[in-house]
């Protein structure tokens, strides 16, 4: 009873416990100030890792959360009890990023060591590792369905991959500058969406796809983006808006026929194309 009355006196104030028990509140506290007023909304505090945290991200089924951190590790965590389930250990360099696979049973994690590990999400068994960027990988994503794996390093490129066998299917090229922001695929996983476009990927058994592999033009992004140079505004990939220098981005993020750009001044501005843009 002393505890459940300790705890009481500790209680914010405007919660219903607090309203309800006042008078059970131990008679020798007279008063207990710097009380906050409402339940703090955070429901866990998951600790354990030794560096700074990078990303996280939930596995589909929302039973577990996957941390990357500056301490070369990754960690699975219980997403209800907060309970660490996995430290994944294996990268030589910081861990920038991770993100499970669409039926929950892998983890893909991009780190500075220049590589791209692929684990089991249930074992921690490293599957797979990925070489062949030259540069920091920043971000991974999964194809919907997880055949396929993408990479963006700051070695300027994005690379395909397959996802069973590790073998590097198609490297894109076009970028000015390291590729830094969350890339996905699209449900079709035919799209992969960059900070700069939308590239048309194809499946890796068709023509066009393999064509675009041979091809040091291709491929071209798709709809509304940023050329390599952050100079204009591009459709399909041709320039289409000037930019001036106060207008060019320090960040950027393309969303079908919006590009929204961050500045250095601390401006936020977009540019939405109309509707048939196409035949204009």
């Known amino acids: 009873m002393q505890i459940y009355a300790c705890a009481l006196a500790f209680c914010p ?15 020798f506290i007279k008063s207990v100030t710097g009380i906050r007023d409402t339940w703090d909304p955070c429901l866990q505090t998951l600790e354990g890792h030794s560096g700074w945290v990078w990303l996280v991200a939930f596995s589909p089924d929302s039973t577990r959360l996957a941390s990357a951190s500056g301490d070369y590790t990754v960690k699975i965590w219980d997403a209800s009890s907060g309970t660490c389930l996995q430290t994944l250990k294996g990268h030589s360099g910081e861990v920038w990023s991770v993100a499970f696979s669409p039926d929950s049973t892998r983890l893909a994690s991009a780190s500075g060591d220049c590589t791209v590990k692929i684990w089991d999400a249930s074992s921690g068994t490293c599957l797979q590792t990925l070489e062949g960027h ?40 076009g970028h000015s500058g390291s590729v830094l922001p969350k890339i996905s695929f699209d449900a079709t996983s035919s799209y992969l969406h960059t900070g700069i476009g939308t590239i048309a990927l194809g499946t890796s058994s068709s023509s066009s796809y393999m064509t675009s592999i041979r091809d040091p033009q291709s491929p071209r992004y798709q709809g509304c983006g940023l050329s390599s140079d952050q100079k204009w505004i591009t459709y399909n ?9 106060e207008y060019r981005p320090s960040c950027s993020a393309v969303s079908e026929k919006t590009v929204g750009i961050g500045v250095r001044t601390g401006k936020v501005w977009t540019y939405n194309f109309i509707d048939n843009v196409q035949d204009s």
Do not use: H, M
């Not at 990939?237 to 220098?245: G, R, T």
């Open 134 to 173: 030259s540069g920091w990988v920043r971000s991974v994503a999964f194809s919907p369905d997880s055949t396929r794996l993408a990479s963006a390093s700051s070695d300027c490129t994005v690379k395909i991959w397959d996802a069973s066998s590790g073998t590097c299917l198609q490297t894109i090229e």
């Open 237 to 245: 990939s041709e320039n289409w808006v000037w930019l001036p220098s």
């Open 13 to 27: 104030t405007e919660t219903e416990i607090k309203k309800q028990y006042r008078k059970e509140q131990l008679p």
